[in-house]
């Protein structure tokens, strides 16, 4: 297997700076992005495995991809709010790097839907969030804030405590797709805890891709709320049938939802 990999900068389909490596590479450059700037990932053999770090202010990413090509469409901060750390993607020097995961970090048993990097648009990388309902249509509530692996949730909005916003829907989904085949054993669900901004979810249900389902009860505090579950081996799972708490509030929210087991697909 060929192990070149390169990384460039582009700006609509213009590359403006690449840098290639055998097993890793970086890029570094001293300027503030502009609309449409990418980075975009190009390896010799797909699927791998990838060790991706597009901002020094994120937090490093074990992904899938599935193509030999990776793009991570560089976020803007056009909104209100802001998901991601204030100096991500806002500096002058800026310094990315990429790799290929190593044996260990593939085969190791750990949280399986934490991704840092994912999109909110499909870009063959896992895993990956979707969902049906997202508030106002807001960064800071997308889906894909479930799985970064930040747990600040005693408040909402701008980072640390962006979350998945509901929009207040009562048939809200959310579907984590592994991009391969995984062993799970346990699950794990953060609530948004801003208590009394926020209310809770009394009662979810888990769809696996295997076709069975799990229902568990929920309480309401702000620790991480961990289930056992028999070893599934899966391609995606789906959050769905959320009851609401009967209280004053409208706004359940998730921080995060985790899903540990091990790689079946190497």
């Known amino acids: 297997m060929d192990n070149n990999i390169t990384l460039q900068l582009l700006n609509a389909d213009e590359v403006i700076k690449e840098n290639s490596g055998i097993d890793t590479t970086y890029l570094e450059f001293h ?4 609309l449409n700037d990418s980075l975009n990932v190009i390896i010799e053999d797909a699927p791998r495995y990838l060790m991706v770090q597009m901002d020094v202010a994120l937090k490093p990413a074990l992904i899938y991809v599935t193509k030999k090509e ?27 790097t990429v790799r290929y995961a190593t044996s260990d970090e593939i085969n190791s048993y750990r949280n399986l839907a934490e991704n840092s990097h994912d999109q909110h648009d499909a ?5 990956h969030a979707t969902a049906n309902a997202e508030t106002r249509g807001e960064y800071v509530f997308y889906c894909k804030n479930a799985i970064d692996g930040i747990v600040a949730n005693e408040s909402h909005g701008n980072f640390p405590f962006q979350s998945w916003g509901i929009n207040q829907q009562d048939n809200a989904e959310m ?40 229902s ?17 081996q899966v391609t995606w799972i789906k959050l769905f049938n959320l009851i609401k708490d009967k209280d004053a509030s409208t706004f ?5 939802i985790e899903a540990y087991g091990t790689n079946i697909d190497k």
């Open 31 to 34: 300027h503030h992005y502009k």
């Open 70 to 96: 990776w793009k991570y469409q560089v976020p803007f901060n056009l909104q209100r709010e802001w998901p991601y750390p204030e100096s991500a993607f806002q500096t002058r020097s800026n310094y990315v």
């Open 123 to 127: 870009s063959d990388a896992y895993p």
């Open 175 to 214: 579907k984590v797709d592994f991009g391969r085949k995984v062993e799970l054993d346990k699950l794990a669900i953060i609530l948004r805890a801003d208590y009394p901004h926020d209310s809770h979810w009394t009662n979810i249900s888990i769809e696996f891709s295997d076709g069975s389902i799990q």
């Open 216 to 232: 568990f009860r929920l309480n309401k505090i702000k620790d991480r709320q961990i289930f056992e579950i028999d070893h599934k």
């Open 252 to 256: 359940p929210a998730l921080t995060q």
